[in-house]
């Protein structure tokens, strides 16, 4: 299926507090990048694309609105213990909101592995991911490498385990943890994904 404008304004509505500026070129980068990630059932469609509603405040931002100073100290995203300003350089970007040191090295990495030829470094230019190009890519690698189209394809009423919060999760909700660390703006994103099954068929 063809991914148009048209389709992300209508699962996005709001979409148009920006005017819909990033949406050509968010169409234009999923019609190029999910081919290649298979990327191509009407529920792995569907899943993805009203995450990335979501994520983006319907497509208007592909930069986190808060400041990144939160993540200053976050080790755990591998930026330095010190406040030194990483955590604003490495704030969240991309459709799935790349953060943090570790994140960005690991894409640069990536993005380098596949193409040797046209080298990139997201953790020396972070700005790049806020591009529809690599910040469609960058979700479809994250999407890729935590076998989501698998999940995405199960059926709405099926139920996978999750063994680290010892509970039974819906696809929708386990997509989400895998995106989100946990159900932030769950409801949200159901709304995204019920307008998304109508319109993607």
């Avoid at 148009?16 to 968010?26: A, E, N, V, W």
């Avoid at 010190?82 to 909101?97: H, S, T, W």
């Avoid at 819906?170 to 995204?192: D, Q």
Wanted: aromatic share 12%.
């Amino acid at each position: 299926m063809i991914i148009t404008t048209d389709i992300l304004k209508a699962i996005a509505p709001g979409s148009k507090k920006t005017g819909g500026k990033h949406l050509p070129g968010l169409a234009l980068w999923m019609n190029h990048w999910f081919p290649g990630f298979k990327i191509d059932t009407i529920g792995e469609l569907c899943h993805f694309i009203s995450q990335a509603a979501h994520e983006t405040d319907s497509f208007n931002a592909l930069e986190e609105y808060a400041t990144g100073d939160a993540y200053d100290t976050r080790t755990d995203l591998g930026n330095t213990p010190q406040k030194d300003g990483d955590g604003r350089k490495l704030k969240g970007r991309g459709i799935f909101m790349t953060t943090g040191a570790l994140n960005y090295k690991k894409a640069t990495l990536e993005w380098n592995e596949d193409f040797p030829e046209n080298k990139i470094d997201f953790f020396v230019t972070p700005e790049l991911l806020e591009l529809p190009e690599y910040a469609v890519w960058s979700a479809c690698q994250y999407w890729s490498q935590r076998s989501l189209d698998l999940i995405a394809n199960m059926g709405d009423d099926r139920r996978v385990w999750v063994n680290r919060l010892n509970r039974y999760l819906y696809p929708l909700e386990y997509i989400t943890w895998r995106i989100n660390g946990g159900f932030n703006g769950l409801s949200e994103r159901k709304k995204f994904y019920e307008r998304a099954k109508s319109i993607i068929v």
